[in-house]
Every structure is written in structure tokens, then in C-alpha cells.
């Protein structure tokens, strides 16, 4: 079925919602790139999103019958394709960090290890020149959470924030105050 306007995709809608195969197979050729083009964007593996691709098209065959043939085609199957990847991330999400008792005993480890005392004065004095810099609520998050070690999941509980964005913010932060100490107090310039 050949389609060069939008009153052709309109008739081959209604073909294909009657069980019209090739003109379901059309509105697929038509379509095709435009959906993959919208999960590629939002992906890191080409090849995942190809495959959620071919999802769309099977979510979209068994849900045609709710579809309103006067309205455009293309932005249900972008909607289709965004709750698809959703799903998707959702399923295949990585673990969160940053709430882990073990991985942080790790690092208290690592920084037991790494900032003797003849090291802790200038690392202090770092770390207080570096907080000063933070104000507002990021100071304030670092506070409740390293001043009055809330943990985690009661600050995100208190907040009303997701876990994994909170996790992901304290980390973000304690990279910021990691990168303002390494400037002003350069590994080699600390004592052994």
C-alpha cells in the first residue's frame, strides 16, 4: 500500500484496524525509523533499541483497536516506545550505591589508609575551605547526612525524594568536595 499523505496513513489505519496485514506491514515501513530514531536517542546499545523497536510495532498490532484512526500515527508509537523503554529501565536497572554498609566500610577503609594522621590537618582544613563553598540545600543534604548520619533511605523517605536520585546527588557531591581537596591539597604535598 503506497502512502503519501496523511489521508493515505488515515486509510491504511482503518485497512490495518480491520486486519489488513500489508497495511499494517506499510504503517510499519512508514514508521520504522522514526521510532527506532526515538530509542536510539535515549539508549546507549543500538541493538536494544531495535529490538524495543519491534516491540512498538507488536504492542501497537494487538492494541490497534484503541487507537483513534483521525489522530496521527506517529506520536502514539513514540508514546508506545517511551513506556516500553521505561519498562525496560525499570527492569533492567543497575543496583543503586551508596547505601551499602559494606561498601562503605570499604571506603572508610580506603581513607583510614590513605590520610594518616600527619595527613588528617591538611586534609581538615581542606575539606572545611571546601565546604564553605557548598551553601543551600546540597550543604544542608551533606549535613544531615555526614553531621547527623541520617541514613539514606530516611533522608529520601524525608525529602520525598527517590533513593537512587538521592544516592546519586550525595555522590555527585562528595566528588565535588574529592576534586576541590585534590586542588588544594595535592597528593604529593602530603606528608607520609
Known amino acids: 500500500m503506497n502512502m503519501n ?8 489505519v482503518r485497512a490495518a484496524r480491520k486486519g489488513d496485514a500489508d497495511a499494517f506491514a506499510a504503517l510499519v515501513e ?3 525509523r522514526g521510532v527506532r530514531a526515538c530509542l536510539v536517542a535515549r539508549m546507549h546499545d543500538a541493538h536494544e533499541a531495535e529490538d524495543l523497536a519491534q516491540d512498538v510495532f507488536v504492542t501497537a498490532f494487538r492494541k490497534f483497536d484503541e487507537f483513534d484512526p483521525e489522530r496521527p500515527l506517529a506520536p502514539w508509537l513514540r508514546s508506545i516506545a517511551l513506556n516500553l523503554l ?17 561498601l562503605e566500610g570499604l571506603l572508610d577503609e580506603q581513607i583510614a589508609r590513605s590520610a594518616g594522621p600527619a595527613r588528617e590537618p591538611l ?5 572545611r575551605e571546601c565546604l564553605e563553598r557548598i551553601d543551600g540545600p546540597a550543604r544542608e543534604l551533606l549535613h544531615q547526612r555526614y553531621g547527623e548520619e541520617i541514613r539514606v533511605r530516611e533522608l529520601a523517605d524525608r525529602m520525598q525524594r527517590g533513593y537512587s536520585v538521592l544516592t ?13 581537596i585534590d586542588q588544594k591539597v595535592p597528593k604529593a604535598d602530603l606528608p607520609l
Open 86 to 102: 521505561r519498562n525496560h529501565r525499570r527492569k533492567f536497572r543497575a543496583q543503586p550505591i551508596g547505601g551499602n554498609a559494606e
Open 30 to 32: 512508514r514508521h520504522h
Open 5 to 12: 499523505t496523511d489521508a493515505d496513513e488515515q486509510q491504511c
Open 168 to 180: 546519586m546527588q550525595l555522590h555527585r557531591l562528595r566528588e565535588v568536595l574529592a576534586e576541590c
Open 123 to 127: 586534609l581538615h582544613a581542606a575539606l
